[in-house]
């Protein structure tokens, strides 16, 4: 199956202090990839939705200045928590979608990263 | 409006019984994907299995099955003879077609007792 990496798998920072979390496709191409946030005992909330050497697309509440993604390739997108806060401290996690030349077809599965814990003190 | 609905927020099963997990979702487009994901302690999002708008029949991987009731826009999954392992956090999905995202449900904390 696919592989998706993350790291760090966790990480703790100073507030006031810059993150950055890379995700990689490892035995695949992703066009897409997809960062999401998780706080303890909640689901998954959208972030953004990053494509291959264009800017992210962020949701709705999501501060792109201070998360910055940048989907500089094929295979790696990177998420930076600037200047991070404690109320920044949750457990992000990244997909990626495998490129295709076809129509977005719902049978695409995104494969998950396994996840990075970020503790802001 | 809320597109994916859990009700459960938890659920306690017996070791070996069967346990139904439900989902509810809500989309005006005719083509759609439905997607459960289990979630274990360790954070990683586990593909479990996946049902179609269009797909006749209902989906199975193994022990998950996926109850599709299209009408009342249902995709309940049913986990049969529970292990211990299966005890984790289990997610709903729909992406529509023509959208790149997957929204999820609120999720439910399945616990399996010996």
């Known amino acids: 199956g696919a592989v998706v990496s993350q790291h760090p798998s966790w990480v703790i920072c100073k507030s006031g202090t810059s993150v950055k979390i890379e995700c990689r496709s490892l035995d695949f191409q992703a066009t897409t990839m997809f960062w999401y946030r998780q706080f303890p005992k909640q689901s998954l909330m959208l972030m953004a939705t990053s494509n291959e050497g264009s800017k992210a697309t962020y949701e709705q509440g999501v501060e792109k200045d201070k998360f910055l993604i940048n989907h500089a390739s094929l295979t790696l997108s990177t998420l930076t928590v600037t200047s991070a806060h404690p109320e920044d401290s949750s457990f992000y996690i990244c997909s990626a979608r495998r490129a295709s030349g076809r129509a977005i077809n719902p049978r695409e599965t995104q494969y998950f990263g396994p996840g990075t814990r970020l503790l802001v003190l | 409006a809320q597109k994916i609905t859990q009700t459960q927020p938890g659920m306690f099963v017996q070791e070996k019984e069967a346990v139904t997990l439900d989902c509810t979702y809500d989309t005006s487009d005719q083509s759609y994907g439905l997607f459960w994901y289990k979630q274990p302690s360790s954070g990683e999002m586990i593909f479990l299995i996946y049902?179609?708008?269009?797909?006749?029949q209902n989906a199975t991987e193994g022990r998950y099955s996926l109850n599709f009731q299209k009408a009342r826009k249902s995709a309940n999954l049913v986990i049969s003879a529970s292990q211990l392992g299966d005890s984790a956090m289990y997610f709903c999905a729909m992406r529509e077609l023509g959208a790149q995202k997957l929204v999820f449900g609120q999720g439910t904390r399945l616990t399996i007792n010996p």
């Open positions: 049902q179609g708008s269009y797909d006749e």
